[in-house]
């Protein structure tokens, strides 16, 4: 995890996981059984919890916080600081609500950032990319990329990309509407170890893409 600016101490299951010192499968454990309670915010399909709702699950002699563990999170956050209640936190946001304010499709705004055509992500949580979302309109203005005023309030009144129900039933499944999948590609390895890895971002990307309209992907290897 790492962090750019001063950024709210969030914390996924992976930073969770950390600093109690168990697998990550274990505070999902916690999650599931109401040790830990539902997430202080959902961004972009992703649940996170603050820091004093992550600490206030330990119980001395059974569940207790690695001191070591928590400085050395802190210190990943230049001026990182303590936010206690939900309704305090600044507006962030991920890769899922980014495309909402250009009017885009998620692998367009992947591939801004795998270009390097969009503001580096404030913090990564849990693997995640995070954005204030004033970091995300000062790049717009910067590129003078136009934003659309309603997603900015969709997002100021809270909306965001919410957790996908798992174990879905197969009826539920095929009712699925799909959307125009994006335009057929092809990927080929650049001559550089760098270039073959953006590579394959932005083909992880155009199958999750495609999945995501509803359709399936079939890989051909060129010969």
């Known amino acids: 995890m790492a962090a750019t600016k001063r950024f709210p101490f969030l914390l996924g299951h992976a930073e969770i996981a950390s600093l109690y010192s168990v697998e990550r499968q274990t505070s999902q454990l916690w999650k599931t059984r109401g040790v830990l309670k539902d997430p ?8 996170y919890w603050l820091l004093p709702s992550v600490q206030a699950i330990a119980v001395k002699g059974e569940r207790e916080v690695d001191p070591a563990r928590l400085k050395e999170y802190k210190q990943q956050f230049d001026g990182g600081y303590v ?33 390097s055509s969009l503001a580096p992500e404030d913090a990564t949580i849990s693997g995640s990319p995070l954005w204030l979302l004033q970091t995300v309109l000062d790049d717009a203005e910067a590129r003078k990329r136009p934003v659309l005023p309603e997603a900015i309030d969709r997002i100021r009144a809270g909306e965001r990309e919410q957790i996908k129900p798992r174990g879905r039933k197969k009826a539920e499944t095929e009712a699925v509407s799909r959307t125009a999948p994006p335009t057929s590609r092809s990927f080929s390895p650049g001559e550089k170890a760098e270039q073959t890895e953006a590579v394959i971002e932005e083909a992880a990307a155009f199958v999750a893409e495609a999945l995501r309209c509803g359709h399936s992907v079939t890989v051909r290897p060129k010969r």
Request: proline share 10%; glycine share 8%.
């Open 83 to 115: 936010v206690s209640d939900p309704d305090d936190l600044p507006d962030v946001i991920g890769l899922k609500e980014i495309p909402w304010l250009f009017g885009k499709k998620y692998m367009d705004v992947y591939q801004w950032r795998v270009r």
């Open 40 to 47: 202080d915010a959902v961004i972009s399909g992703n649940p």
